[in-house]
């Protein structure tokens, strides 16, 4: 089983910026490829940004020049940089993996964070 521990949300007034991170707990030979997803109430979980199978990072629509995914220089750990946030960016956000990458061989894995509350005021 692998833990994934997102750090760095908050509170931001809307135009500013908040940083997140993802790290993958457990020592592991896999590396995994992330993404990361939010949730706000009412709403079912969205992707926000990750690579795809193809290995190209993506974006959602409402987040496109204003989100930046990048991997850290650790294995298994990934940031999103969100700038110019806006109120309707409030939501929790989880990191996720649904790939392990092991020597040649890409294995389906699906693993969820706790999730952190990332909340943006007017």
């Known amino acids: 089983q692998v833990h994934l521990m997102e750090s760095g949300g908050g509170s931001a007034q809307a135009g500013g910026s908040l940083r997140l991170s993802c790290s993958a707990s457990?020592?592991?030979?896999?590396?995994?490829?992330m993404q990361w997803y939010r949730q706000a109430p009412g709403k079912e979980r969205e992707f926000v940004s990750g690579v795809d199978s193809n290995g190209t990072t993506s974006y959602a629509d409402a987040v496109k020049g204003r989100f930046t995914f990048s991997q850290g220089n650790a294995k298994n750990t990934v940031y999103l940089q969100m700038n110019s946030l806006k109120p309707e960016d409030t939501a929790r956000y989880y990191c996720?993996?649904?790939?392990?990458?092991?020597?040649?061989?890409?294995?389906?894995?699906?693993?969820w964070g706790q999730g952190i509350q990332v909340t943006v005021s007017s």
């Open positions: 996720s993996t649904d790939r392990c990458i092991l020597e040649d061989r890409v294995v389906p894995v699906r693993y």
């Open positions: 457990a020592v592991s030979r896999c590396s995994y490829v």
